[in-house]
């Protein structure tokens, strides 16, 4: 494996967990949820500590034979795994929704 792929890997992480926390979420309510779960030590901002150490804990669940890297095919099993993750929060997201306009009467095909 080349180390180009591997730190393209570590970066890409890095991305992954830098985007739901600068994200502009307008005000919604999970800006605030992810930045709380990024600001360990609630003081208001995110520390480099912090955020490293939140990717350092993606990097592990990434590497699931734990010999401190990441394969292509764990990588691959990790982005399978966070789809899936996905998936599932939208077909909630879509069934409270559907719930919701049932309750008042509305119609999703309108």
């Given at each position: 494996m080349s180390k180009k792929w591997i730190l393209m890997m570590g970066a890409a992480a890095l991305v992954l967990?830098?985007?739901?926390v600068?994200?502009?979420?307008?005000g919604g309510k999970h800006h605030g949820k992810m930045f709380e779960k990024h600001d360990t030590n609630g003081d208001g901002v995110i520390s480099?500590?912090?955020?490293?150490s939140?990717?350092?804990?993606?990097?592990?669940?990434?590497?699931?034979?734990?010999d401190g890297s990441v394969t292509k095919e764990e990588g691959e099993a990790a982005k399978a795994k966070m789809k899936e993750?996905?998936?599932?929060?939208?077909?909630?997201?879509?069934?409270?929704k559907d719930a919701t306009e049932s309750d008042s009467g509305e119609s999703s095909d309108e």
């Open positions: 967990q830098a985007s739901p600068l994200a502009d979420n307008h480099k500590e912090e955020f490293l939140h990717a350092e804990d993606r990097f592990s669940k990434m590497d699931t034979d734990g993750k996905w998936k599932e929060k939208r077909e909630k997201m879509k069934e409270r």
